[in-house]
């Protein structure tokens, strides 16, 4: 069964990759179990979902990934640019999509010694984002 995205484009892919590297580096540290973790979400969960699409279509999240980890983004300017790219595109975000982002978020951060302090407080702030509760800077 797949997902109903009508508006299915690369940028929305290239900002959950954005956001999942957020996580993953939050605490200032890239884990090989991190960057395991989400090549095995990609496979088994969001191919699947987007098989409608085309069929490289979910791996612009891995490309994402990778190009802030060669850029050396911080976590800080990626979540930025994914808060920026969701305020701007809502509507490409229905429930079935937020849940698929919590999902792999929560495993891209309990991949390595489970969840630290500074994963959980940008886990939290982006349940916060998806319900409509903002916060200040």
Same mark, same amino acid.
């Given at each position: ?37 989400l090549k095995r979400e990609i496979e088994k969960f969001w191919k699947p979902q987007f098989s409608e699409?085309?069929?490289?279509? #979910?791996?612009? *999240?891995?490309? @994402? ?5 060669? !850029? =050396? ?7 930025g640019e994914f808060i920026t790219y969701y305020n701007e ?15 792999? #978020?929560?495993? *891209?951060?309990? @991949? ?5 302090? !500074? =994963? ?18």
């Amino acid at each position: 069964m797949t997902m109903e995205q009508p508006n299915i484009n690369t940028e929305l892919f290239e900002h959950l990759g954005k956001l999942f590297y957020a996580v993953a580096t939050v605490d200032r540290d890239l884990h090989e179990d991190e960057t395991q973790r989400l090549k095995r979400e990609i496979e088994k969960f969001w191919k699947p979902q987007f098989s409608e699409a085309p069929y490289s279509m #979910a791996y612009y *999240i891995w490309h @994402a990934f990778e190009r802030a980890r060669s !850029s =050396e983004t911080t976590a800080e300017e990626a979540y930025g640019e994914f808060i920026t790219y969701y305020n701007e595109s809502k509507e490409e975000f229905p429930e079935e999509i937020k849940i698929l982002v919590l999902d792999t #978020a929560n495993a *891209i951060a309990a @991949a390595y010694a489970e969840k630290n302090k !500074s =994963e959980l407080i940008l886990l939290a702030k982006l349940q916060l984002l998806f319900e409509g509760i903002a916060l200040k800077p």
